[in-house]
């Protein structure tokens, strides 16, 4: 089993549009969820790209491009993994091939952030001279290096990578398809570490406890919980408006 | 100082988003027109980092988004290079949150020949609004929004990638209003950003509700993190002895309910925090240490 070179260039062509509005106008198409489900329905198998892309948001729960920071590109791992998962074999195929994909692809994103300085330096020659029209062009032809960083190693999987990627792991025994599965179980601590390590965990200590007592102990359904952060947020910020008042 | 507030509340009256008059109470130069703003603003909200570099990062999308303004503003030629040069220095923001307001307030100033006071308005706002923006955006929102879209699409539900597909049109909207504050407040944008008392207090009530949600988050999301190992006990009971099988999971539950999820998020907190260990280097170690479980059936 393998992709006609037609799927292969569709899924491109997403490649290239989801991360060139992620650029501007910032539309969360490169988002694992969003790109696998439209993988999902480009190669006929939307459960397995909302699984994948469900799996992969989770563990991308931290991750931001702080300052033009590079990180692991779950938009390609989604698209690559889906894809080839959809072939046969399913999410532990899918998700072994997403992973390492989103790793490799952090090499793409700096090659496409460095050559895109080749344009702002076409750009000062243009200014130079005052010619407008020149600016314009290489602001505009920027998005080449990063739409093709990652259109390119789509391309080039799918066409040709899917279907020997895919025979190697359809013969893989079923250790191989239980440790995936289980990858995608623990893999999420990386998110909430992420997150937890970027907030100021020393300081609000007590308000993560309190959630988690409500779901382990008490068994509260998430949306309750989420009803009751917003209850007790608003009465610390009564109590402190109060304080000031006073004073 | 009264004209000021004067004009401030004159401007706060009026409500329509389109105004290209900031100058005419300042009454040295005609308004821009409104259509050159309305096509920087759009060009901004499009383009912004469409030539993201390492060099300069946002620096000559700001510059292409401005050109409508500097050629409308600037009739000389050799005016209009400077401007267009002063652009060109490095520029990086929060392109949603921390940019459009920005932008706003410089296109209003460009309006006005403060070339000086746009430069000094970019530097010194950037670094500010990108806090403001990333911590918003990033650590607030998106994890929130991810994790209810992400255990939706889990379960099936085609509303997981609706979700994440709104949130992102909603903060591209909210671009529009943002810009349009900016423009009318002018200069005034760096006192609402300095003056952060509202807003620290936001964040810090913001940061308590995600606290406590993403307490609940982290069983509900890995409770599938269960072990199938079953040791054998042997237990006396009324003078006999026997021999059964416990599992070790409904051991580890007695002893604290999801304690593999809390375990797993704490040795990743740790490596990521006490050691200094890059995301990716975690991510590797964390699928290692997992594949290998789930591999030989201890996961």
């Keep these: ?64 491009t702080y300052g033009g920071a590079t990180i692991p590109d779950f938009q390609t791992g989604s698209i690559v993994g889906t894809a080839i998962g959809a072939l046969g074999g399913g999410f532990p195929a899918g998700f072994a091939i997403a992973v390492p994909t989103a790793l490799l692809m ?128 608003f009465l610390f910020n009564m109590i402190q408006t109060r304080g000031a008042v006073n004073v | 100082m009264s004209e000021q507030i004067e004009n401030q509340s004159v401007q706060s009256e009026k409500t329509g988003l389109e105004q290209g008059d900031l100058a005419s109470h300042n009454g040295n130069f005609a308004p821009l027109s409104r259509s050159t703003v309305r096509s920087a603003m759009w060009r901004h909200l499009i383009t912004l980092q469409w030539s993201w570099n390492y060099e300069r990062m946002q620096a000559l999308g700001y510059l292409y988004s401005m050109l409508p303004v500097i050629n409308e503003v600037y009739q000389d030629k050799d005016e209009r290079i ?26 209003a100033l460009e309006g006005q020949h403060e070339g000086k006071a746009v430069d000094s308005l970019k530097v010194g706002l950037m670094g500010p609004l990108a806090g403001i923006g990333d911590t918003i955006q990033a650590i607030l929102f998106r994890p929130i929004v991810a994790v209810f879209a ?14 994440i597909f709104l949130s992102g049109i909603l903060w591209t909207v909210l671009m529009i209003p943002l810009f349009y504050f900016g423009y009318r407040q002018g200069i005034g944008v760096a006192k609402e950003v300095t003056s952060q008392g509202t807003l620290t207090r936001v964040t810090e009530m913001v940061t308590m509700m995600g606290m406590i949600v993403i307490g609940g988050f982290i069983p509900s999301i890995m409770a599938a993190v269960q072990t199938p190992l079953k040791y054998v006990q042997t237990v006396s009971s009324q003078g006999q002895t026997h021999t059964e099988t416990v599992a070790l999971q409904s051991t580890l539950n007695a002893i604290l309910p999801y304690m593999l999820p809390v375990l797993f998020v704490a040795f990743a907190y740790w490596l990521l925090s006490g050691l200094k260990l890059s995301a990716v280097w975690v991510l590797v170690i964390l699928f290692v240490i997992a594949f290998v479980c789930g591999a030989f059936g201890i996961l």
Excluded: C
């Design chain 1, 1 to 64: 089993m393998s992709y006609s070179i037609w799927i292969a260039l569709v899924l491109a062509i997403w490649a290239y549009i989801g991360i060139v509005t992620t650029l501007g106008p910032g539309l969360w198409w490169q988002e694992a969820l969003v790109s696998g489900f439209v993988t999902g329905v480009i190669v006929g198998n939307i459960p397995l790209g909302l699984t994948i892309g469900g799996s992969l948001t989770l563990l991308s729960l931290g991750l931001w």
């Design chain 1, 106 to 233: 952090t090499q793409m994103d700096v090659l496409g952030r460095a050559v895109t300085t080749i344009f702002i330096h076409g750009a000062d020659h243009y200014t130079e001279e005052g010619d407008e029209r020149g600016v314009s062009a290489m602001h505009l032809l920027g998005q080449l290096p990063w739409g093709l960083t990652r259109a390119i190693p789509v391309f080039l999987a799918i066409w040709l990578g899917a279907g020997p990627i895919q025979s190697l792991i359809k013969t893989a025994p079923a250790w191989f398809s239980n440790g995936m599965i289980t990858a995608g179980h623990v893999l999420p601590a990386l998110g909430f570490a992420l997150l937890l390590s970027m907030l100021p965990l020393r300081r609000y200590w007590p308000f993560l406890l309190i959630g988690f007592l409500m779901f382990a102990y008490l068994n509260m359904p998430i949306i309750g919980i989420a009803i009751l952060a917003v209850a007790i947020g």
């Design chain 2, 82 to 107: 400077a401007a267009m040069k002063r652009h060109l220095v490095f520029y990086n923001t929060n392109p949603q949150v921390g940019s459009p307001p920005i932008f706003g307030a410089t296109v």
């Design chain 2, 150 to 163: 992400a255990s939706l699409a889990l379960s099936g539900s085609y509303f997981g990638p609706v979700i």
